[in-house]
């Protein structure tokens, strides 16, 4: 008798130390519901509890959570269909509030989700739906935040994760993209050609300006070079005139003689002239080079004598 009593005394202890001490995992926190009222929460560690009295209410999970959003038909502003899905992060920031104020947290939390994210989407376009995805975050989050405030819950974050328009809808896009980025390609071409037209009109321009400039400077250069050939030719004559002035022969049989050969030589290189007729005085020609070559070597031979002053007749020195 004496044994049963002390086993009964052990598991009575047993028990009684199982429900008074309470060890509470790192990311959670339990409540303490005395007689079915909630009293306090539990931290993570050991605690010992009231026994017959006190006793675990709810087991709450303090870590951040992500909730899927099932996958859903919604109607866009301008009556397009598409399917969308998402994810929700919260964390539980009190614990008695999520534990009391809400049933069935999680399931709360995913159909307030799926509302919002159906009235968000329905009152956009299909071109702000899919080019604004980072709006339809924003304003969900902001929603589904102050939603779940009371329940002691922060909403983190909320992300689409597919989004798709019905396949038509999806082919006339495609096919508006292409029609875009072939227009934005002849543009880019038209642009091109415009600028190796501008080009090559600059081109040209810089091309016929130098062309002219090369002929004006070619002409400034024939001129003077005839400028400079009439000023020896003046010379020339002038020389002539003063030996035929004076009286000598050579000299002026020397200037015909020139002029004879000059003549001569442009009727014998004539491209028309197949046939060159020798003049018949041809030995006067010769007759007068021999008499200007005795006038040059005359010239040389000739001591040089000072004119008189005033005085004339005197002869100038040879050059």
Not at 220 to 235: I, L, S
Not at 305 to 319: N, S
Request: aromatic share 6%.
């Amino acid at each position: 008798m004496s044994l049963f009593v002390a086993v009964a005394f052990l598991l009575l202890a047993a028990f009684v130390l199982f429900n008074v001490i309470k060890i509470v995992p790192q990311g959670r926190e339990f409540t303490v519901e005395r007689f079915g009222r909630f009293t306090r929460t539990l931290k993570p560690g050991m605690s010992i509890l009231t026994p017959f009295v006190e006793a675990i209410g709810r087991r709450v999970n303090m870590m951040e959570q992500v909730l899927e959003i099932p996958r859903q038909d919604v109607i866009t502003k301008d009556n397009v269909t598409v399917q969308i899905d998402g994810i929700v992060f919260i964390q539980v920031i009190d614990a008695a509030q999520a534990a009391y104020r809400v049933d069935n947290l999680n399931y709360a939390i995913g159909q307030l989700a799926m509302t919002n994210l159906r009235t968000v989407v329905g009152s956009m376009d299909l071109d702000d739906v899919l080019s604004q995805r980072d709006a339809i975050n924003t304003r969900l989050l902001t929603t589904i935040d102050q939603a779940t405030h009371p329940w002691g819950v922060k909403c983190t974050r909320i992300e689409i994760k597919d989004l798709q328009p019905p396949p038509d809808i999806t082919n006339a896009m495609a096919r508006q993209m292409k029609a875009e980025r072939e227009k934005r390609a002849a543009i880019t071409e038209a642009d091109g050609e415009k600028q190796a037209a501008i080009l090559r009109a600059e081109g040209g321009k810089q091309s016929t300006v130098l062309e002219a400039e090369g002929r004006k400077e070619a002409a400034f250069r024939t001129a003077e070079a005839r400028e400079r050939q009439a000023e020896a030719e003046a010379k020339a004559t002038a020389y002539v005139s003063e030996a035929i002035a004076k009286g000598d022969v050579k000299a002026v049989n020397y200037f015909i003689a020139q002029k004879y050969v000059e003549a001569f030589a442009a009727l014998a290189s004539s491209p028309q002239q197949k046939t060159v007729i020798v003049p018949a005085d041809m030995a006067g020609l010769v007759g007068s080079i021999a008499g200007v070559t005795e006038l040059v070597k005359a010239a040389q031979n000739a001591p040089h004598t000072p004119p008189a002053p005033g005085g004339r007749g005197a002869v100038p020195p040879v050059k």
